[in-house]
């Protein structure tokens, strides 16, 4: 799988759905509205947002809501991700939206954008070195 993005029109499909994911979060507790969206190995797209709870620690970020939604539907591989927040400077994802971006796509482009003109464009070895994986489940 490659780490860039399959087209300029991905790339612009994945802000476009990223941002109108956001205006869906359900966010009553910290109004920061999120979106994601992800290009699937099979070159579909999936999006999410943030969906708060009174009991904070089960909150699920739009990472992984996107995610999930998309092994949901089947895929198993990412080959991009999109982060959308509604601040002057792009925010990247958490660590447990790292980690499960690790699970996959462990070579996915991810891109965090912003209200302002600054985006960030890296990969998940840059952003989770040394991550947890299968390969550490094993028994010797």
Known sequence: ??????????????????????????????????????LAGSGALYSGCNVENASYGLTCCAERNAIFAAVAAGESTLAAVVVYTPTPQPTPPCGACRQVIAEFGPTARIVSICDGAERIETTLPKLLPGRFAQKNLRRT
Do not use: C, N, Q
């Not at 991905?10 to 994601?36: M, T």
């Open 1 to 38: 799988m490659s780490t860039a993005l399959k087209s300029a029109s991905s790339s612009v499909d994945l802000e476009r759905a990223a941002r109108a994911a956001a205006k869906h979060a359900y966010a009553p507790y910290s109004e920061f509205r999120v979106g994601a969206a992800v």
